[in-house]
Protein backbone atom coordinates (compact mmCIF):
# COMPACT_ATOMS: atom_id res chain seq x y z
CA UNK A 1 0.00 0.00 0.00
CA UNK A 2 1.25 3.53 -0.73
CA UNK A 3 0.18 4.94 2.79
CA UNK A 4 2.59 2.03 4.39
CA UNK A 5 5.19 3.81 2.18
CA UNK A 6 4.45 6.76 3.99
CA UNK A 7 5.15 5.60 7.45
CA UNK A 8 8.44 3.90 6.25
CA UNK A 9 9.41 7.38 4.78
CA UNK A 10 8.79 9.62 7.83
CA UNK A 11 10.55 7.50 9.96
CA UNK A 12 13.43 6.88 7.67
CA UNK A 13 13.87 10.93 7.90
CA UNK A 14 14.34 10.50 11.39
CA UNK A 15 16.62 7.83 11.63
CA UNK A 16 18.21 9.47 8.68
CA UNK A 17 19.00 11.93 11.18
CA UNK A 18 20.00 9.63 13.89
CA UNK A 19 21.91 6.78 12.14
CA UNK A 20 24.97 7.64 14.28
CA UNK A 21 23.61 6.79 17.10
CA UNK A 22 23.66 3.15 17.38
CA UNK A 23 24.78 1.44 20.80
CA UNK A 24 26.06 -1.43 20.49
CA UNK A 25 28.63 -2.61 17.79
CA UNK A 26 27.87 -5.46 15.50
CA UNK A 27 29.37 -6.81 12.12
CA UNK A 28 26.87 -8.43 10.82
CA UNK A 29 24.41 -5.68 10.54
CA UNK A 30 25.28 -2.17 9.38
CA UNK A 31 24.86 0.42 12.33
CA UNK A 32 21.02 1.70 10.95
CA UNK A 33 19.77 -1.44 11.85
CA UNK A 34 21.17 -2.04 15.38
CA UNK A 35 20.23 2.04 16.07
CA UNK A 36 16.38 0.50 14.73
CA UNK A 37 16.56 -2.15 16.65
CA UNK A 38 17.70 0.02 19.96
CA UNK A 39 15.36 2.49 19.73
CA UNK A 40 12.24 1.47 18.09
CA UNK A 41 12.35 -2.25 19.53
CA UNK A 42 13.81 -0.86 23.45
CA UNK A 43 16.75 -3.72 23.10
CA UNK A 44 19.27 -1.53 25.03
CA UNK A 45 18.14 -1.03 28.76
CA UNK A 46 21.25 1.12 29.62
CA UNK A 47 21.14 4.93 30.03
CA UNK A 48 22.78 7.27 27.76
CA UNK A 49 23.55 10.34 26.19
CA UNK A 50 25.21 11.38 23.41
CA UNK A 51 25.99 14.36 20.81
CA UNK A 52 26.39 14.53 17.18
CA UNK A 53 27.24 16.26 13.79
CA UNK A 54 25.55 14.80 11.15
CA UNK A 55 26.57 16.19 6.84
CA UNK A 56 23.94 14.94 4.22
CA UNK A 57 24.45 15.67 0.53
CA UNK A 58 22.37 15.08 -2.14
CA UNK A 59 23.84 13.04 -4.99
CA UNK A 60 21.16 14.37 -7.38
CA UNK A 61 20.67 18.03 -8.16
CA UNK A 62 17.67 19.94 -6.69
CA UNK A 63 15.98 23.63 -7.18
CA UNK A 64 13.74 23.07 -4.51
CA UNK A 65 15.89 22.22 -1.25
CA UNK A 66 19.71 23.21 -0.78
CA UNK A 67 23.08 20.71 -1.83
CA UNK A 68 23.39 19.71 1.77
CA UNK A 69 22.16 20.08 5.05
CA UNK A 70 23.68 19.92 8.43
CA UNK A 71 22.27 18.50 11.71
CA UNK A 72 23.31 19.44 15.36
CA UNK A 73 21.77 16.13 17.16
CA UNK A 74 21.80 15.45 21.23
CA UNK A 75 19.50 13.76 23.67
CA UNK A 76 19.34 10.70 25.49
CA UNK A 77 18.42 7.49 26.20
CA UNK A 78 17.01 4.68 28.65
CA UNK A 79 14.95 1.34 28.17
CA UNK A 80 11.72 2.73 26.15
CA UNK A 81 12.38 6.48 26.37
CA UNK A 82 14.25 8.27 23.91
CA UNK A 83 14.49 11.94 23.66
CA UNK A 84 16.48 13.93 21.21
CA UNK A 85 16.82 17.37 19.58
CA UNK A 86 17.77 17.81 16.07
CA UNK A 87 18.65 21.37 14.77
CA UNK A 88 19.46 22.53 11.14
CA UNK A 89 22.21 25.28 10.49
CA UNK A 90 23.81 26.74 7.49
CA UNK A 91 25.63 30.02 8.02
CA UNK A 92 25.49 30.91 4.29
CA UNK A 93 21.40 30.15 4.13
CA UNK A 94 21.42 31.77 7.97
CA UNK A 95 19.38 28.77 9.18
CA UNK A 96 19.36 27.62 12.61
CA UNK A 97 15.59 25.48 13.45
CA UNK A 98 14.95 22.97 16.17
CA UNK A 99 12.78 20.18 16.77
CA UNK A 100 12.15 17.47 18.89
CA UNK A 101 11.96 13.70 18.64
CA UNK A 102 10.23 11.80 21.35
CA UNK A 103 9.46 8.10 21.83
CA UNK A 104 8.10 6.18 24.39
CA UNK A 105 7.29 3.06 24.56
CA UNK A 106 5.04 2.25 21.35
CA UNK A 107 4.43 5.99 20.64
CA UNK A 108 6.48 8.13 18.65
CA UNK A 109 6.08 12.22 18.31
CA UNK A 110 7.46 14.20 16.24
CA UNK A 111 7.16 18.41 16.57
CA UNK A 112 6.01 19.57 13.32
CA UNK A 113 7.40 22.83 11.88
CA UNK A 114 9.86 24.33 9.47
CA UNK A 115 12.39 21.40 9.51
CA UNK A 116 9.63 19.03 9.01
CA UNK A 117 9.08 20.63 6.14
CA UNK A 118 12.60 20.73 5.31
CA UNK A 119 12.74 16.54 6.17
CA UNK A 120 9.32 16.62 3.39
CA UNK A 121 11.25 18.34 0.88
CA UNK A 122 14.28 15.73 1.15
CA UNK A 123 11.72 12.92 0.44
CA UNK A 124 9.64 14.61 -2.39
CA UNK A 125 12.28 16.20 -3.98
CA UNK A 126 14.54 12.75 -4.23
CA UNK A 127 11.81 10.58 -5.16
CA UNK A 128 10.46 8.92 -2.01
CA UNK A 129 7.10 10.47 -2.20
CA UNK A 130 5.30 11.65 -5.17
CA UNK A 131 3.10 14.82 -5.60
CA UNK A 132 -0.20 13.76 -5.25
CA UNK A 133 0.84 11.89 -1.39
CA UNK A 134 3.04 15.07 -0.50
CA UNK A 135 -0.02 17.12 -1.35
CA UNK A 136 -2.58 15.06 0.45
CA UNK A 137 -0.32 14.75 3.67
CA UNK A 138 0.42 19.06 3.54
CA UNK A 139 -3.15 19.10 3.24
CA UNK A 140 -3.80 17.00 6.61
CA UNK A 141 -0.84 18.64 8.80
CA UNK A 142 0.45 22.22 9.99
CA UNK A 143 3.96 23.15 10.04
CA UNK A 144 3.38 24.56 13.44
CA UNK A 145 5.60 24.00 16.82
CA UNK A 146 2.45 23.58 18.60
CA UNK A 147 1.58 20.52 16.85
CA UNK A 148 2.97 16.70 16.79
CA UNK A 149 2.51 14.10 14.95
CA UNK A 150 1.95 10.95 16.73
CA UNK A 151 3.08 7.37 15.34
CA UNK A 152 2.00 4.11 16.99
CA UNK A 153 4.85 1.71 16.29
CA UNK A 154 3.28 -1.74 18.34
CA UNK A 155 3.12 -3.27 14.87
CA UNK A 156 5.89 -1.70 12.86
CA UNK A 157 7.70 -4.51 10.43
CA UNK A 158 11.53 -3.49 10.50
CA UNK A 159 12.25 -5.55 7.63
CA UNK A 160 10.11 -2.92 5.36
CA UNK A 161 13.19 -0.91 5.61
CA UNK A 162 15.47 -3.36 3.41
CA UNK A 163 14.89 -1.78 0.30
CA UNK A 164 14.57 2.07 1.68
CA UNK A 165 17.93 2.08 3.20
CA UNK A 166 19.35 0.82 -0.43
CA UNK A 167 17.66 3.81 -2.33
CA UNK A 168 19.21 6.61 0.70
CA UNK A 169 22.57 5.25 0.15
CA UNK A 170 21.88 5.73 -4.23
CA UNK A 171 20.47 9.01 -3.40
CA UNK A 172 22.05 10.74 0.26
CA UNK A 173 26.07 10.71 1.27
CA UNK A 174 26.15 10.74 4.83
CA UNK A 175 29.23 12.03 7.31
CA UNK A 176 28.83 12.19 10.80
CA UNK A 177 30.52 12.15 14.32
CA UNK A 178 28.73 11.20 17.57
CA UNK A 179 30.03 11.30 21.50
CA UNK A 180 28.24 9.38 23.77
CA UNK A 181 28.34 9.68 27.56
CA UNK A 182 27.49 6.24 29.61
CA UNK A 183 28.51 7.59 32.84
CA UNK A 184 26.11 10.11 33.77
CA UNK A 185 22.99 8.26 34.92
CA UNK A 186 21.35 10.80 36.93
CA UNK A 187 19.52 12.93 34.18
CA UNK A 188 15.69 12.46 34.62
CA UNK A 189 13.71 11.81 31.71
CA UNK A 190 10.36 14.43 32.38
CA UNK A 191 6.75 13.17 31.85
CA UNK A 192 5.55 13.78 27.76
CA UNK A 193 3.36 15.95 27.77
CA UNK A 194 1.26 17.10 24.94
CA UNK A 195 -1.85 18.81 24.25
CA UNK A 196 -4.34 16.40 23.08
CA UNK A 197 -5.39 19.16 20.53
CA UNK A 198 -2.61 19.35 18.73
CA UNK A 199 -1.65 15.86 18.42
CA UNK A 200 -2.12 14.55 14.82
CA UNK A 201 -2.73 10.87 14.50
CA UNK A 202 -0.50 9.06 11.48
CA UNK A 203 -3.27 6.86 11.50
CA UNK A 204 -5.83 9.30 11.24
CA UNK A 205 -4.23 10.84 8.10
CA UNK A 206 -3.46 7.48 6.61
CA UNK A 207 -7.07 6.77 6.46
CA UNK A 208 -8.43 9.96 4.70
CA UNK A 209 -5.55 10.19 2.01
CA UNK A 210 -5.71 6.55 1.44
CA UNK A 211 -10.01 7.07 0.41
CA UNK A 212 -8.79 10.43 -1.52
CA UNK A 213 -5.93 8.22 -3.05
CA UNK A 214 -8.61 5.71 -4.20
CA UNK A 215 -10.82 8.31 -6.45
CA UNK A 216 -8.00 9.30 -8.64
CA UNK A 217 -6.89 7.84 -11.84
CA UNK A 218 -3.38 5.61 -11.70
CA UNK A 219 -4.08 5.46 -7.84
CA UNK A 220 -7.49 3.67 -7.84
CA UNK A 221 -8.67 0.31 -7.77
CA UNK A 222 -9.70 -1.12 -11.32
CA UNK A 223 -10.91 -4.77 -10.36
CA UNK A 224 -11.76 -6.20 -6.58
CA UNK A 225 -12.06 -9.87 -6.61
CA UNK A 226 -13.98 -10.72 -3.74
CA UNK A 227 -14.30 -13.93 -1.80
CA UNK A 228 -16.94 -14.38 0.73
CA UNK A 229 -16.97 -17.05 3.59
CA UNK A 230 -17.94 -18.26 6.58
CA UNK A 231 -15.60 -19.92 9.27
CA UNK A 232 -15.87 -22.91 11.66
CA UNK A 233 -16.84 -20.50 14.45
CA UNK A 234 -19.81 -19.41 11.93
CA UNK A 235 -18.19 -15.80 11.76
CA UNK A 236 -18.66 -14.59 7.99
CA UNK A 237 -15.41 -12.14 6.37
CA UNK A 238 -15.27 -10.85 2.91
CA UNK A 239 -11.18 -11.43 1.55
CA UNK A 240 -10.55 -9.19 -1.42
CA UNK A 241 -8.10 -9.51 -4.34
CA UNK A 242 -7.89 -5.79 -5.37
CA UNK A 243 -5.50 -4.53 -8.78
CA UNK A 244 -4.77 -1.04 -9.14
CA UNK A 245 -5.05 0.61 -12.33
CA UNK A 246 -1.59 0.54 -12.62
CA UNK A 247 -1.53 -3.43 -12.74
CA UNK A 248 -0.06 -3.65 -8.65
CA UNK A 249 -2.10 -6.31 -7.03
CA UNK A 250 -2.63 -6.58 -3.17
CA UNK A 251 -4.61 -9.01 -0.71
CA UNK A 252 -6.88 -6.54 1.19
CA UNK A 253 -7.37 -7.33 5.17
CA UNK A 254 -10.00 -9.51 5.95
CA UNK A 255 -13.19 -8.08 6.74
CA UNK A 256 -15.58 -8.86 9.13
CA UNK A 257 -19.63 -9.57 8.02
CA UNK A 258 -22.27 -8.38 10.11
CA UNK A 259 -24.89 -10.18 8.30
CA UNK A 260 -26.09 -13.88 7.66
CA UNK A 261 -23.78 -15.06 4.80
CA UNK A 262 -25.06 -18.73 5.39
CA UNK A 263 -28.71 -17.77 4.68
CA UNK A 264 -27.73 -16.05 1.66
CA UNK A 265 -24.83 -19.59 0.57
CA UNK A 266 -27.78 -21.90 1.38
CA UNK A 267 -30.45 -20.42 -1.23
CA UNK A 268 -28.57 -20.02 -3.72
CA UNK A 269 -31.44 -18.39 -6.08
CA UNK A 270 -31.69 -15.59 -3.36
CA UNK A 271 -28.02 -14.65 -3.96
CA UNK A 272 -28.46 -11.39 -6.14
CA UNK A 273 -31.12 -10.28 -3.62
CA UNK A 274 -29.66 -10.84 0.13
CA UNK A 275 -28.70 -8.07 1.90
CA UNK A 276 -24.81 -9.17 1.93
CA UNK A 277 -22.54 -7.02 0.78
CA UNK A 278 -21.30 -3.89 3.10
CA UNK A 279 -21.91 -0.61 1.44
CA UNK A 280 -19.30 1.55 2.82
CA UNK A 281 -16.50 -0.32 2.72
CA UNK A 282 -17.36 -1.68 -1.28
CA UNK A 283 -17.87 1.66 -2.24
CA UNK A 284 -15.28 3.23 -0.95
CA UNK A 285 -12.62 0.72 -1.72
CA UNK A 286 -13.70 1.56 -5.48
CA UNK A 287 -13.52 5.43 -4.98
CA UNK A 288 -17.29 6.83 -4.33
CA UNK A 289 -18.38 9.25 -2.09
CA UNK A 290 -20.51 7.32 0.91
CA UNK A 291 -23.18 9.46 2.96
CA UNK A 292 -25.59 8.66 5.16
CA UNK A 293 -29.58 10.56 5.35
CA UNK A 294 -30.46 10.45 8.72
CA UNK A 295 -33.95 11.92 7.84
CA UNK A 296 -34.81 9.15 5.82
CA UNK A 297 -32.41 6.50 7.22
CA UNK A 298 -30.76 5.96 4.31
CA UNK A 299 -27.18 5.38 2.66
CA UNK A 300 -26.06 6.93 -0.66
CA UNK A 301 -23.83 7.99 -3.10
CA UNK A 302 -22.73 10.96 -4.32
CA UNK A 303 -22.25 11.13 -7.91
CA UNK A 304 -21.08 13.77 -9.86
CA UNK A 305 -22.23 14.90 -12.96
CA UNK A 306 -22.14 17.55 -15.90
CA UNK A 307 -25.16 19.24 -15.06
CA UNK A 308 -24.38 19.35 -10.38
CA UNK A 309 -21.31 21.09 -9.66
CA UNK A 310 -21.79 19.08 -6.02
CA UNK A 311 -23.21 15.79 -7.49
CA UNK A 312 -25.88 14.76 -6.56
CA UNK A 313 -27.10 11.89 -3.86
CA UNK A 314 -28.41 8.49 -5.56
CA UNK A 315 -30.17 5.86 -2.31
CA UNK A 316 -29.73 2.53 -1.95
CA UNK A 317 -31.92 0.12 0.03
CA UNK A 318 -30.23 -2.00 2.16
CA UNK A 319 -30.40 -3.53 5.52
CA UNK A 320 -29.31 -1.40 8.60
CA UNK A 321 -26.83 -3.97 10.97
CA UNK A 322 -25.23 -2.87 13.32
CA UNK A 323 -24.58 0.81 11.88
CA UNK A 324 -23.48 -0.50 8.84
CA UNK A 325 -25.76 -0.56 5.53
CA UNK A 326 -25.54 -4.06 3.67
CA UNK A 327 -27.07 -4.11 0.20
CA UNK A 328 -27.26 -6.85 -2.54
CA UNK A 329 -25.32 -7.74 -5.48
CA UNK A 330 -28.30 -6.82 -8.06
CA UNK A 331 -27.98 -3.15 -6.45
CA UNK A 332 -24.02 -3.29 -7.42
CA UNK A 333 -25.17 -4.34 -10.77
CA UNK A 334 -27.55 -1.66 -11.26
CA UNK A 335 -24.61 0.85 -11.19
CA UNK A 336 -23.51 2.23 -14.55
CA UNK A 337 -19.79 2.51 -13.72
CA UNK A 338 -19.22 -1.26 -13.06
CA UNK A 339 -19.55 -4.62 -14.71
CA UNK A 340 -20.10 -7.19 -12.06
CA UNK A 341 -19.20 -10.93 -12.88
CA UNK A 342 -18.04 -14.36 -12.12
CA UNK A 343 -20.77 -14.69 -9.81
CA UNK A 344 -20.45 -18.28 -8.23
CA UNK A 345 -21.93 -19.80 -4.97
CA UNK A 346 -20.56 -22.63 -3.30
CA UNK A 347 -18.85 -23.43 -0.54
CA UNK A 348 -17.72 -19.66 -0.85
CA UNK A 349 -19.41 -16.56 -2.77
CA UNK A 350 -17.09 -15.26 -5.47
CA UNK A 351 -17.49 -12.50 -7.79
CA UNK A 352 -15.84 -9.16 -9.62
CA UNK A 353 -16.13 -6.20 -10.08
CA UNK A 354 -14.64 -4.46 -12.55
CA UNK A 355 -14.27 -0.46 -13.64
CA UNK A 356 -15.67 0.91 -16.42
CA UNK A 357 -13.61 3.18 -18.56
Known sequence: MKMKKIICFIITAVILTTSVLSLTSCDSKPDIYVLIENILQNKDGGFYTFDAELNIKIKTNSDIIPDELNFIINGKGEQDIVMLNLAIYDESENLDIKTGIY????????????????????????????????????DEIEYDTDFVLCFDLTDFDLSFFDKYIKNIEKVFTVNSSVKYDFEDNNVDFPALFFDEENLVYFSDIKTKIEKELLKLP????????????????????????????????????????????????????????????????????????????????????????????????????????????????FQIMTHGDYNLNFISVDEYIEFKITRKY
Not at 109 to 138: C, H, K, M, P, W
Not at 218 to 223: A, W
Request: glycine share 6%.
Open 103 to 138: KQGNMLYVELNDISRIIFDFLYSTGFLDAQVRFLFD
Open 218 to 329: GYRYYELYVVMEVDENKNSFMNILATRETGETEILEKYKLDCDLAKAMKNHDSIYTESIIPMRYLWELLGETVGWDSAVKKAYLTEKTEKTENGKNVYFDGKLINSKTYISL
